[in-house]
């Protein structure tokens, strides 16, 4: 009598995931679906990581998250002060991951880097008195004329400067 093939271990992953890849390519990252929770991050730390106004996360638990390709890519950076650790990609420069110390459990992973749903909409805003006061937060815009696709935001204050030379710029 033929034996019955041993029982496989029980699953942990969810039935959906969602997959995240850095701008070259060589490190692939996944979560499962449905996240813990998504957010955007607008302190002067993030702002400088990711190099823009705001980062946008997805928090997976860690037990949920795991690294596909291009481990060997992948540089950590631990802030000694904050005990804050960031990843990126080494090769293309990418944030790959951000983990805190008052959420051990958890890891954030740039909204961005995701090409599919993560299960949860960044509902959430952290560290607002962080924010810098030149971030788009919805103003009117207008359409620049003779440059197609461009949208101006009018000044906040009456420019005292002239305008730079957008033909230049643009
Ligand atoms: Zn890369």
């Known amino acids: 009598m033929a034996k019955k093939p041993a029982k496989a271990a029980p699953e ?9 890849a850095c701008a070259c390519g060589a490190v692939r990252l996944e979560i499962d679906v449905p996240a813990v ?15 823009c106004a705001y980062a946008t996360y997805v928090g997976s ?13 992948i540089t950590r950076y631990e802030d000694p002060e904050r005990k804050t650790v960031r990843s990126f990609c080494a090769r293309c420069g990418t944030p790959l991951t951000y983990e805190r110390p008052r959420s051990p459990k958890i890891v954030n992973i740039p909204r961005g ?3 599919s749903r993560t299960g949860r909409e960044p ?7 962080e924010q810098a006061d030149w971030t788009w937060t919805g103003e009117a ?14 000044p906040r ?6 305008e730079p030379p957008l033909d230049e710029l643009l």
């Open 61 to 73: 638990w860690k037990s949920r998250f795991r690294i596909l390709q291009g481990k060997a890519h």
């Open 157 to 162: 204050k009456k420019a005292r400067t002239l």
């Open 37 to 51: 929770w998504a957010w955007h991050d607008h302190s002067a730390e993030s702002r400088r990581a990711h190099g």
């Open 123 to 129: 509902r959430y805003h952290m560290y607002l008195p």
């Open 113 to 115: 880097i995701f090409r």
């Open 141 to 154: 815009l207008a359409p620049l004329k003779g440059y197609p696709g461009v949208m101006r935001e009018r």
């Open 12 to 20: 942990k992953r969810s039935a959906v995931q969602a997959q995240a």
